[in-house]
C-alpha cells in the first residue's frame, strides 16, 4: 500500500517563545523514531523575495506596509510547490511561523484589518496542526533584551500577542496552545505528542485549503 502524506505541523508564538528550539527538536525527534520529517521557516530569507524581506527587517531598506505584508505572503507562495511535493511524499514539515504571523504582524500596524491580511494568504496548504507557544511578557522580558531588527520592541509584541488571540479564536484552524514558560524538554513532551498523534491522524487527508 502507498504510504500516507506528510502532516504540515507550525509552531507560532511571540518572540523568545522558543519556536526555533522547539521545531528543531521536533524534527530531530521524529527522525529518531523513524518518520520522514524536514524544517522550514518563514519568512525564507534565502529567495529573492526573502532577500527583500530580510533587509527590511534588519532596518538596511524600508517598504511600504501593504507591499511588505505582500512579500512575505508571496514568500509563501513561492515555496508552496515544493512543500505539497514533499508532504505527497510522506515527508512531514515543521514550520517556524507561517500565515499567521503574517497577519498578526501587519494587523498589529496602524490601519489594518485582519481580513485585509488575510487575503492574500488564502488557499495556501492548511497546517493540520498549529501549536502557539503562549509565553507571559514578564517570562519572555526575563529571556533577555530584544535584537535590533524591526518589529522587536515590547510595546509592538504585545499588539501582536492581541492579534494571535483574535486569530486563535477561529474553530476553523487546529489551534493548541503551548505553556511556553517551562522548561525546554517539558515543552517538547507536550509538542512531540501533539503532532506524533496529528501524523498519524491525517495519514490519508487531503491537504486543506488555509482560511477557504
Ligand atoms: P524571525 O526570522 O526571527 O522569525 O523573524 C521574522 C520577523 O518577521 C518577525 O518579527 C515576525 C515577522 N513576520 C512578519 O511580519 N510577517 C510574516 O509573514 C512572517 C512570517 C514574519
Same mark, same amino acid.
Given at each position: 500500500?502507498?504510504?500516507?502524506?506528510?502532516?504540515?505541523?507550525?509552531l507560532?508564538?511571540?518572540?523568545?517563545a522558543?519556536?526555533?528550539?522547539?521545531?528543531?527538536?521536533l524534527?530531530r525527534?521524529?527522525?529518531?523514531?523513524?518518520?520522514?520529517?524536514?524544517?522550514?521557516?518563514?519568512?525564507?530569507?534565502?529567495?529573492?523575495i526573502?532577500?527583500?524581506?530580510s533587509?527590511?527587517?534588519?532596518k538596511?531598506?524600508?517598504?511600504?506596509?501593504?507591499?511588505?505584508?505582500?512579500?512575505?505572503s508571496?514568500?509563501?507562495w513561492?515555496?508552496?510547490?515544493?512543500? %505539497?511535493?514533499? !508532504?505527497?511524499?510522506?515527508?512531514? $514539515?515543521?514550520v517556524?511561523?507561517? =500565515?499567521f504571523? /503574517?497577519?498578526?504582524? &501587519?494587523?498589529?500596524?496602524?490601519?489594518?484589518?485582519?481580513e485585509?491580511c488575510?487575503s492574500?494568504?488564502v488557499?495556501?496548504? %492548511?497546517?493540520? !496542526?498549529?501549536?502557539?507557544?503562549q $509565553?507571559?511578557?514578564s517570562v519572555? =522580558?526575563?529571556? /533577555?533584551?530584544?535584537? &535590533?531588527?524591526?518589529?522587536e520592541?515590547?510595546?509592538?509584541?504585545?499588539?501582536?500577542?492581541?492579534?494571535?488571540?483574535?486569530?486563535?479564536e477561529?474553530?476553523t484552524?487546529?489551534?493548541?496552545v503551548?505553556d511556553?514558560?517551562?522548561?525546554v524538554?517539558?515543552?517538547?513532551?507536550?509538542?512531540?505528542q501533539?503532532?506524533?498523534?496529528?501524523?498519524?491522524a491525517?495519514?490519508?487527508?487531503?491537504i486543506?485549503?488555509?482560511?477557504?
Open positions: 500500500m502507498k504510504c500516507g502524506r506528510g502532516a504540515l505541523v507550525v507560532e508564538g511571540v518572540d523568545r522558543g519556536k526555533t528550539t522547539q521545531c528543531k527538536e524534527v525527534e521524529l527522525q529518531r523514531s523513524g518518520r520522514a520529517a524536514e524544517m522550514m521557516r518563514f519568512p525564507d530569507r534565502t529567495t529573492m526573502g532577500q527583500l524581506i533587509s527590511y527587517l534588519e538596511k531598506s524600508d517598504l511600504e506596509d501593504h507591499t511588505v505584508h505582500l512579500l512575505f508571496a514568500n509563501r513561492e515555496l508552496v510547490p515544493e512543500m %505539497k511535493q514533499k !508532504l505527497e511524499k510522506g515527508i512531514s $514539515l515543521v517556524d511561523r507561517y =500565515a504571523s /503574517g497577519v498578526a504582524f &501587519t494587523s498589529a500596524k496602524p490601519g489594518f484589518g485582519l485585509w488575510k492574500p494568504d488557499g495556501l496548504p %492548511k497546517p493540520d !496542526l498549529v501549536m502557539f507557544l $509565553l507571559p511578557p519572555a =522580558a526575563a529571556r /533577555g533584551e530584544f535584537g &535590533t531588527e524591526r518589529y520592541t515590547s510595546v509592538f509584541q504585545q499588539a501582536v500577542q492581541s492579534k494571535f488571540d483574535q486569530l486563535m477561529d474553530p484552524v487546529n489551534w493548541q503551548i511556553a514558560a517551562r522548561s524538554e517539558e515543552v517538547h513532551k507536550d509538542i512531540k501533539f503532532a506524533m498523534n496529528t501524523i498519524n491525517v495519514e490519508k487527508q487531503p486543506g485549503d488555509l482560511w477557504k
